[in-house]
């Protein structure tokens, strides 16, 4: 189809649309511009209008064109144009297209929707400047300084909220960006704002009415950074109005913010994106190829940095559970032997340093033996159990309990003196006597106290609590010894 007019100096267009509708209106917007306007509903057709009119102007109408399917003929219909100036008009939810077309050739681009106004001025543009935007050497410098301030951030995050706010700084200082922000999808497909910076009283939270559970916000079909995290396109807005918000609209423009672009941060593969990066600008401006592939590379440096947190995390996680498996009595979940005598060490140490009593006490259930052989090992399982469980209830929080084999116990007791430590003996003691235990009624504990010497080491203190334990055996049990010096 072919559109004719009183053109401006006798200027020729192609305009590309699968869209019958958009072709007649663009035809009515912008036709006067060009003395002959053809008018293209496939790749192909376009193909074979620009080798025959050699147009001064191809314009490519993106929206109804699906990435999966087009973009192979539209990245060929870019390469083979020879030179020839080319406008997209993209519409905002597909900015995704940006950067894969640009890797195909020069080119510069509008986002939609435009009134006829808009239309009108933006192809007035783009023939007014047939060459397509290139970045000066402070330009190329600023996404070198970003790209190495992402990087830095990616390098020296803790966990994903440190890196979060550190993105959001990098962001920032990248010139014209006025407010960052960064929202994750937390466990249970939940997307939160992460992290935010910019002036005071821009607040993400205030104009998207929420901070978390941002999936279902009502402005989840509005805001770029929303969009972007939901569908995993960059979403670009060149003016707040496009939106389709009023409301949002106004609260940008309140806050001196003209353009908005959201980046999905990837997936590991394949599934929803991991988030979204959020750019607030002050003023609009037109990317280039470099900066849409630097924003690209940005995105993936936040991805990578994502993993490396998730990573981390679970290294410590594993760090945490080998730890507690190799210092952990399995069955009552108390301190095994081993960590004992070296927590044991410790409480020695600190007790010299600062000249504090240090007080041992070990004791074992009496006849247990018997337990086992009338009740079973299970029951004597649950007996050993609950023992554990009634001591650790009477103890207090500096207090340590310590399987240290069978069905023996000792109990580390700092600022604590020969006295106190017989009286918390006897506290553990009537605590168990009474303590109801399933299969087996009840069951008694004999004690052994002592207080750490002077000069004493850690074995010859076990040793004589443990003798004092032996006396109490002896003494006829369910009682408490105190050790001798």
Not at 50 to 60: E, F, H, M, T
Not at 216 to 241: D, T
Not at 308 to 315: Q, W
Not at 415 to 433: C, F, N, P, Q, Y
Request: glycine share 8%; hydrophobic share 45%.
């Amino acid at each position: 189809m072919m559109h004719e007019s009183e053109g401006e100096a006798g200027r020729t267009g192609v305009y590309l649309s699968p869209v019958a509708q958009r072709r007649a209106e663009f035809g009515e917007a912008c036709g006067s511009m060009f003395v002959r306007l053809h008018l293209a509903d496939s790749a192909d057709v376009a193909a074979s209008l620009l080798a025959r009119a050699q147009p001064d102007l191809l314009v490519i109408d993106l929206d109804r064109f699906e990435p999966s399917i087009d973009a192979d003929a539209l990245g060929d219909l870019v390469e083979r144009r020879a030179g020839l100036p080319i406008l997209l008009l993209c519409p905002f939810a597909g900015a995704a297209w940006l950067p894969a077309l640009m890797t195909r050739g020069p080119l510069n681009y509008a986002v939609t929707p435009l009134d006829a106004a808009a239309l009108r001025a933006a192809v007035g543009a783009r023939l007014a400047s047939p060459e397509a935007q290139s970045g000066d050497a402070s330009h190329l410098r600023a996404l070198v300084d970003l790209r190495a301030r992402v990087q830095a951030a990616v390098d020296e995050a803790e966990d994903a909220h440190h890196l979060a706010e550190s993105l959001c700084a990098a962001l920032c200082a990248w010139p014209g960006v006025l407010h960052a922000g960064v929202f994750l999808l937390r466990d249970g497909n939940d997307l939160q704002l992460a992290a935010q910076q910019g002036p005071d009283g821009l607040l993400l939270g205030a104009l998207l009415q929420r901070t978390d559970r941002l999936l279902q916000a009502p402005l989840r079909h509005a805001f770029p950074g929303l969009l972007a995290a939901a569908g995993g396109s960059a979403v670009l807005i060149e003016a707040p109005e496009q939106s389709g918000e009023p409301a949002l609209a106004d609260g940008l423009r309140a806050h001196g913010v003209a353009m908005v672009l959201g980046l999905p941060i990837p997936p590991d593969g394949p599934g929803a994106p991991r988030g979204a990066l959020s750019l607030l600008f002050g003023a609009a401006r037109e990317f280039g190829a470099d900066e849409w592939a630097t924003l690209v590379d940005v995105a993936r440096m936040a991805a990578l940095g994502l993993r490396l947190a998730a990573m981390a995390e679970e290294n410590d996680q594993l760090l945490a559970r080998l730890t507690y498996l190799s210092t952990t009595d399995a069955l009552t979940g108390v301190a095994n032997r081993r960590h004992g005598e070296e927590l044991l060490e410790k409480e020695i140490k600190r007790a010299r340093r600062y000249r504090v009593p240090l007080a041992l006490l070990s004791f074992d259930i009496d006849r247990f033996k018997a337990v086992n052989d009338t009740y079973g090992y299970p029951v004597g399982d649950v007996a050993l159990r609950t023992v554990a469980d009634t001591a650790r209830a009477v103890l207090r929080a500096s207090d340590i309990l310590v399987r240290s084999g069978g069905e023996e116990f000792h109990i580390i007791a700092p600022h604590t003196s020969a006295i106190d430590g017989l009286r918390m003996a006897e506290k553990v003691r009537v605590a168990i006597e009474q303590a109801d235990i399933p299969g087996c009624d009840h069951v008694t504990v004999s004690l052994g106290v002592a207080q750490l010497g002077e000069q004493e080491s850690g074995d010859s203190l076990t040793q004589r609590t443990d003798a004092a334990l032996a006396r109490a055996k002896r003494s006829g049990r369910n009682c408490v010894e105190l050790a001798m010096q």
